[in-house]
């Protein structure tokens, strides 16, 4: 599998919890309580799996087309570091909002809401533009050796980070799972 294939892979995994985000809004929203560990889940997937594990991935995909030439500015580059930011801004509100949630036993659910829907469209539309912008211009622009060097990369972060990675997809699908009484809203939000 190309490096470029390894990470289209892992947008299906953020896809999944971007969804699952979009599934706990609009619970919330109907009045339903969300159980707390999904919401813990979320965040820790978001920071490890999205930030540490995935986006370090994209970074060294990022230094690569740096050093072949291509313009820090050029699209969809500008737009992705600028989204990437934003992410990044937004998962801490998360996190803020979760720890309100909790500490008011439920009862303090707006800026969650919002967030949480925030998360769920900010993710297809950033991942569309990897898949088909960033990912395609990659494939053309690296040699056969450029992608064995990515490869190479990614190796290094899978053995660094790649075990508490799949750690947090587990954890995120055990909570899915835990909450049976809800089971009809969970099934498709979990990992599959
Ligand atoms: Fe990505
Ligand atoms: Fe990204």
Not at 149 to 157: K, N, W
Request: glycine share 4%.
């Amino acid at each position: 599998m190309k490096p470029t294939e390894v990470l289209e892979r892992e947008h299906q995994v953020i896809e999944q919890v971007a969804g699952a985000c979009g599934t706990c809004a609009a619970a919330l929203r109907k009045g339903v309580r969300i159980p707390f560990d999904i919401l813990r889940s979320t965040v820790a997937f978001l920071r490890v799996y999205g930030d540490q594990y995935h986006n370090q991935e994209e970074e060294r995909l990022f230094a690569l087309l740096r050093e072949k030439g291509v313009p820090a500015g050029s699209c969809p580059i500008a737009t992705l570091e600028h989204e990437k930011q934003k992410l990044a801004t937004m998962i801490d509100q998360l996190s803020a909002a979760v720890d309100i949630y909790i500490e008011s036993a439920g009862a303090v659910n707006a800026t969650l809401i919002d967030t949480l829907q925030a998360v769920a469209e900010f993710y297809p539309d950033h991942i569309w533009k990897e898949n088909y912008l960033l990912l395609p211009m990659a494939d053309k622009v690296f040699t056969e050796a450029d992608q064995q060097a990515l490869a190479q990369s990614l190796r290094t972060i899978d053995s660094d980070r790649g075990e508490a990675a799949r750690r947090i997809v587990e954890e995120f699908n055990a909570a899915i799972f835990q909450c049976s009484e809800s089971a009809s809203i969970w099934d498709q939000a979990a990992i599959a």
